[in-house]
């Protein structure tokens, strides 16, 4: 069933008072270390522009929801929990999209993927995005509680990693649930809708990808830094553009190719600037890469705690 909701998202928030909501986390696993939040809503209504609630970089333009994102595609195998944020009442679902993170096929009306919106009452709604294929356990009309899962994190829709994705709504309107009234303002440590806020922190990995040499800030800039195909005898080098990194952050690279692992560094930053690109790779073999799809990730992890986290993805052909 088509959540004809994605089509009503309105592209502005509106100050409302929330005292008579208050939401739980909607994915079963514990951020800093099963999960992370990679993108907050964006505040900034300037097209080609962003910035989260705390004027911070984690937004991406025209974002228009939460999403906590886990650190492995083994996860969908698995099985990790959606959650209902709160008692409420299944207004729409859909199932059978496939979990396909080159999202073919996929529109702006099938964008959430596969779905639950749920009315929480007074006025409030959520809706529950990309969970994974055959296995909502909700229907219209069927009453939940705070912590129900609803399904599994999956890769439906308009989504390339393993994530849920939650866009919150009262009166219709769109709310960012960080900062529910004051969305003009910037910080951390005000009126949010969280029963149990999550820690925030301006850190981020903008970007990450793959190239076949370590590539310049310029190349980045330009987009001309990432590789989605490659060639056997081509070096394979990981790398990510990270933002607000703080000395004594860790940073680590790894490849996965068709036989295994490629390779696996871990650094210290030291006096990291507010804007830093890093990359790690290795030359091919004398045979070469073996021709297939290879799997790469960017963790940054401060004290312990992730902070951010990016997948990349290349071919060898």
């Given at each position: ?131 994974k294929k055959g296995s909502l356990t909700v229907l219209s009309g069927d ?31 769109l709310v960012d649930p960080f900062q529910p009234s004051a969305q003009d ?109 290879y799997l790469g990730e960017a963790l940054l992890t401060r004290a312990g ?13």
């Amino acid at each position: 069933m088509i959540l004809r909701a994605i089509a009503l998202i309105l592209s502005s928030a509106v100050p409302c008072m929330a005292e008579d909501f208050r939401m739980g986390l909607p994915v079963d696993c514990t951020i800093g270390k099963t999960c992370f939040i990679e993108d907050y809503v964006d505040q900034d209504p300037t097209q080609g522009r962003q910035r989260d609630f705390a004027c911070g970089i984690n937004a991406r333009d025209g974002h228009k929801g939460t999403d906590i994102a886990l650190l492995s595609f083994d996860t969908i195998k698995s099985g990790v929990d959606v959650l209902s944020v709160a008692p409420g009442t299944v207004l729409r679902t859909r199932d059978g999209m496939p979990d396909d993170r080159l999202m073919r096929g996929v529109t702006p009306d099938t964008a959430c993927g596969n779905a639950a919106l749920i009315d929480h009452g007074n006025g409030w709604q959520v809706l529950y995005c990309h969970m994974k294929k055959g296995s909502l356990t909700v229907l219209s009309g069927d009453t939940v509680q705070r912590g129900d899962p609803l399904g599994l994190v999956g890769l439906s829709g308009q989504t390339n990693h393993p994530h849920a994705h939650i866009t919150v709504y009262h009166d219709g309107a769109l709310v960012d649930p960080f900062q529910p009234s004051a969305q003009d303002q910037c910080g951390t440590g005000g009126e949010t809708l969280w029963l149990d806020p999550p820690a925030y922190t301006a850190t981020g990995i903008i970007t990450a990808g793959f190239s076949e040499h370590v590539p310049s800030m310029a190349e980045r800039r330009a987009g001309k830094a990432r590789i989605d195909t490659s060639t056997a005898n081509q070096p394979l080098v990981a790398w990510a553009h990270l933002g607000y990194a703080e000395h004594g952050d860790v940073l680590t690279f790894t490849a996965h190719g068709p036989e295994g692992t490629i390779f696996h560094n871990t650094s210290v930053l030291k006096s990291p600037q507010v804007s830093l690109l890093r990359a790690f790779g290795k030359k091919a073999p004398p045979d070469g890469w073996p021709k297939g799809e290879y799997l790469g990730e960017a963790l940054l992890t401060r004290a312990g705690q992730v902070i951010a986290h990016r997948f990349a993805h290349v071919t060898i052909r």
